[in-house]
């Protein structure tokens, strides 16, 4: 059955399991109180909410950020706990891969990120740095992407209804599960919603640049001078466009996640496995990155083609999986047919 929990118990009691979604709701609304509390906190202390010398966190200044930073986790620490402790519970996964994480992540956000607001990332932290991005992956996967066990565990009852198998169940199965089937018609509205949206805001948000840098034509000017781009003149700049592209950004993200949603599912209904999904990923980001590689000569042009070929073959194949061969008939290991009864 169900678990049905209040909010206050959600947010901080660390009994019982909760799932995904009610996850993603909770630690969004504490991540972003957390947030502006560290926005409030850096205008208190230099007369701006988004000052490069909090949110950069460069060594020389350590005494202005630390406090900031060491109060953020301070405001997160119980409610983030108690949501993801319930999420491993949900998981039957052992609490103190979030108690190890969230102490490592203190420790990585109390180490400067530069020298000064003009260097480089320092050396020191570059290992920490990727042994926390690896762990941080497998700590997302297992909050906010994987189901929890069927059924009752040690922690409690299913939090998801009797006989849920994704795929169609709701909208939030449609868009943001990983589970069940989809057929061809729901595939096709549901990329057509998500692609439409993305490119509503995309298109939005370039007639916004567009303005902004017809008023600021110092900008397109000095764009390849790296020194005017870590100065001050282009601080206020750069702090205004990022303002504006940060909800497109989130856009974007949520859009791609709804997009492989909407893909693993249709390949569950092939009866394939929703790993598939890299044959168009792969591709994708090695011809997004060709032509970096071939300005350094790190490959040849030919290279380039043969991968712009692959990518063309993996639309092609994406195409067809998804939006025009039919799903197998019937039950299949990942859920019930959604075409039955609709005949």
């Known amino acids: 059955m169900e678990n049905s929990m ?19 709701g909770g630690s969004l609304a504490v991540t972003a109180a957390g947030l502006a509390f560290a926005a409030l906190l850096s205008w208190l202390a230099t007369g701006d909410p988004l000052a490069p010398a909090v949110w950069q966190r460069p060594a020389d200044q350590s005494g202005l950020w630390e406090p900031v930073w060491f109060s953020y986790f301070a405001l997160i620490a119980w409610p983030m706990s108690a949501l993801s402790v319930k999420r491993l519970h949900d998981r039957a996964l052992p609490r103190w891969l979030w108690y190890s994480y969230f102490a490592f992540s203190v420790a990585m956000a109390l180490v400067p990120m530069t020298d000064t607001l003009e260097a480089g990332t320092p050396a020191s932290s570059g290992f920490l740095a990727a042994v926390l991005t690896g762990f941080s992956i497998f700590m997302f996967v297992q909050l906010s992407v994987l189901r929890g066990t069927p059924g009752p565990n040690p922690n409690g009852p299913d939090t998801l209804p009797p006989g849920f198998y994704g795929g169609d169940h709701d909208i ?3 868009l943001f599960g990983l589970e069940g089937r989809l057929s061809r018609a729901q595939w096709w ?4 919603m998500v692609g439409s949206a993305a490119l509503t805001v995309f298109f939005a948000s370039m007639l916004f640049l567009d303005d902004y840098l017809n008023r600021h034509p110092e900008i397109v000017q000095n764009m390849n001078n790296r020194d005017w781009l870590k100065s001050d003149e282009a601080r206020p700049v750069a702090a205004e466009i990022a303002r504006w592209m940060f909800i497109p950004g989130i856009v974007f993200c949520v859009a791609l996640w709804n997009l492989l949603a909407l893909g693993v599912k249709r390949l569950h209904d092939r009866g394939l496995s929703g790993w598939l999904t890299l044959l168009l990923i792969g591709p994708f980001f090695v011809l997004g990155l060709a032509p970096g590689l071939v300005a350094q000569a790190a490959i040849s042009e030919g290279m380039v083609s043969l991968v712009a070929l692959l990518f063309l ?24 047919d959604p075409l039955a009864g609709k005949a």
């Open 313 to 336: 073959a993996s639309l092609i194949w994406g195409l067809l999986q998804f939006g025009v061969l039919p799903g197998e008939t019937g039950p299949n290991r990942y859920g019930p």
């Open 172 to 174: 939030w199965s449609v």
């Open 6 to 24: 209040g909010w206050g118990e959600v947010l901080f009691g660390f009994h019982g399991r909760i799932n995904r979604l009610t996850y993603w």
């Open 189 to 192: 509205r549901g990329t057509l």
